[in-house]
């Protein structure tokens, strides 16, 4: 009678919250239950105190455990095996972060504690993420990008290589007008443009710098800089310009007009951008694959909405 009662019991949680050995995945032999789904939430929680669980589906959550699932499944099959020095250096770089995060290690326990984790969970995870990367580049390894394939991408993307016209500049940032102008006369009268910035600008970003802002394009800075900056020309100071940051002098020490890459000057970033694309490809091609063939479910996915949380 009493198994009965635990059995009527737990059949009722599921409904209104769901018994933590509850079934809700399954790869191969391996059974994804409720609590493994909670686990990973308290992981979420334990790296981001701000995360907020009703952003997510439980049911995505489940999808990632199964592909973790499918990943040591296939990782086994394909007699990839951990450097436990490699291991012990992931774990050792993660509790480095987790010590700046919380200020120590006793800290650290008594927050995995709270979230019902432990070391060994983060491990799990950690070894988990070294066998995708080591599976990823045994998938991957045969994986090529040619000449023909790079100038065929060059050739039939041409906007994606356009340049827009750049100017090069530095400015004086003020809160007071007359002090922007007084400024503005004393450069006209041969005073250094980087000691004055480094003087009185109010701009963080870049008065150490002597004001130096760099290259820029049209439409990266506030309008009313972007139409004094662009209307003056090069090696000449604009008026004192206002904008909602207070007065600028700017100073143009250079333009770049508009134009086309050329392939010489992208195809090395384009190759590297191309190959990790195919690569991409053929590894979600093969964990599709892997996935059907281990017949992994998730259950929470053909269910009625989760009433869990």
């Known amino acids: 009678?009493?198994?009965?009662?635990?059995?009527?019991?737990?059949?009722?949680?599921?409904?209104?919250?769901?018994?933590?050995?509850?079934?809700?995945?399954?790869?191969?032999?391996?059974?994804?239950?409720r609590a493994d789904v909670d686990k990973r939430i308290a992981v979420f929680k334990l790296f981001s105190p701000s995360f907020d669980p009703s952003v997510v589906q439980r049911a995505d959550i489940v999808d990632q455990l199964l592909d973790e699932q499918v990943i040591v499944l296939e990782a086994q099959e394909q007699g990839i095996e951990l450097d436990k020095e490699e291991l012990e250096a992931v774990m050792a770089e993660l509790k480095e972060n987790l010590?700046?995060?919380?200020?120590?290690?006793?800290?650290?326990?008594?927050?995995?504690?709270?979230?019902?984790?432990?070391?060994?969970?983060?491990?799990?995870?950690?070894a988990n993420n070294l066998k995708m990367q080591k599976l990823y580049e045994k998938v991957t390894a045969?994986?090529?990008?040619t000449d023909e394939e790079v100038e065929a991408y060059y050739r039939d993307h041409p906007d994606e290589f356009e340049v827009p016209e750049q100017i090069k500049a530095s400015?004086?940032?003020?809160?007071?007008?007359?002090?922007?102008?007084?400024l503005r006369a004393r450069l006209e009268e041969g005073e250094d443009f980087a000691q004055l910035a480094q003087e009185h600008s109010t701009d963080p970003g870049s008065r150490e710098s002597g004001g130096q802002l760099g290259y820029f394009s049209a439409g990266q800075m506030v309008p009313e800089f972007d139409q004094a900056a662009f209307a003056t020309p090069v090696g000449e100071i604009s008026p004192v310009t206002e904008t909602n940051f207070?007065?600028?002098?700017?100073?143009?020490?250079?333009k770049q007009p508009a134009r086309t890459l050329e392939l010489e000057e992208v195809e090395l970033f384009l190759a590297e951008q191309l190959l990790n694309l195919?690569?991409?490809?053929?590894f979600q091609?093969?964990?599709?694959?892997a996935r059907k063939k281990h017949q992994a479910e998730n259950k929470l996915a053909t269910e009625e909405p989760d009433l869990t949380d």
């Open 278 to 282: 195919k690569r991409n490809e053929q």
């Open 1 to 33: 009678m009493r198994w009965l009662k635990v059995t009527a019991i737990c059949s009722l949680l599921v409904l209104l919250v769901g018994c933590s050995s509850a079934v809700v995945g399954k790869v191969g032999d391996k059974e994804i239950k």
């Open 142 to 145: 045969e994986v090529k990008i």
């Open 171 to 182: 400015h004086i940032l003020v809160e007071d007008k007359k002090l922007a102008e007084e």
């Open 246 to 254: 207070g007065y600028h002098i700017i100073m143009v020490e250079d």
């Open 99 to 126: 010590t700046t995060q919380f200020g120590s290690e006793k800290k650290i326990n008594s927050t995995l504690r709270k979230f019902n984790l432990r070391w060994d969970d983060l491990e799990e995870i950690s």
């Open 285 to 289: 091609s093969f964990f599709l694959a």
